[in-house]
């Protein structure tokens, strides 16, 4: 596609139930990266993807947060035993991933609201 | 840690006149960039400027500029000839040397523009 996509748009659950999270980013790009935005605050980095290595996840919050990424495109963010603190905005990134400082392109998030 | 300090929650301007924003940031880091996010209503994020650190000159991006004080660890944003389609949620971002688009942002400031 031509920019990066996330599914769903907006989810509501029930706290301790599990949620995925879908990116797809812009074809050929090598890096991915997940976000979270919470009510009022700046973005906090979660989870980073380069190509084949192995994932930088030292923004996870706990280890109820998990997400990998298949074939080296699309990434599914989860959140087990969801808690109202989740609650959130999570947005992912994607870049061509071949140098610093690159611009990233951002998908337009999926809106989580925890019960 | 690097962090990044937003002191204006909310910013007002009227159409065609210039605002600033401000941001601070802290880092014992020699090598790092800076960057100004724009957050639309539609929550995806769009670079507006960005700013190596060992450059002395400001960046500019048509009505968009920078003050980038090294010293003061300050980094403003300047939007001259202020637009309706400039009203936004405004982020600041910081990224180390080898942190490869591990950003870290502000709080954010949400910018009205006044017809």
């Known amino acids: 596609g031509a920019g990066v996509s996330q599914s769903p748009s907006n989810k509501v659950t029930e706290k301790g139930k599990d949620v995925e999270l879908r990116c797809d980013p812009i074809s050929g790009h090598t890096a991915l990266y997940w976000y979270r935005q919470s009510l009022g605050q700046g973005l906090e980095f979660l989870i980073y993807?380069?190509?084949?290595?192995?994932?930088?996840k030292s923004g996870l919050p706990s280890d109820r947060f998990s997400a990998e990424r298949t074939g080296g495109s699309v990434s599914t963010l989860t959140i087990q035993r969801t808690q109202q603190e989740d609650s959130a905005v999570y947005l992912c990134a994607s870049s061509l991933g071949d140098r610093q400082y690159e611009k990233l392109f951002f998908g337009s998030g999926t809106q989580l609201s925890v019960l | 840690a690097q962090t990044v300090t937003q002191s204006q929650p909310e910013m007002s301007v009227q159409e065609a006149e210039t605002v600033t924003l401000s941001c601070t940031y802290d880092?014992?880091?020699?090598?790092?960039?800076l960057f100004w996010y724009k957050q639309p209503p539609s929550r995806q994020m769009i670079l507006v400027i960005r700013q190596e650190a060992y450059k002395q000159q400001n960046a500019t991006e048509n009505r968009f500029s920078v003050n980038f004080q090294k010293a003061a660890k300050s980094f403003s944003l300047k939007i001259s000839d202020s637009q309706l389609g400039d009203a936004a949620m405004y982020f600041c971002?910081?990224?180390?040397?080898?942190?490869?688009?591990?950003?870290?942002f502000g709080q954010g400031t949400i910018l009205t523009v006044h017809p």
């Open positions: 971002a910081y990224e180390r040397g080898t942190s490869y688009g591990k950003l870290t």
């Open positions: 993807f380069q190509g084949n290595s192995a994932p930088d």
């Open positions: 880092t014992s880091e020699s090598d790092y960039y």
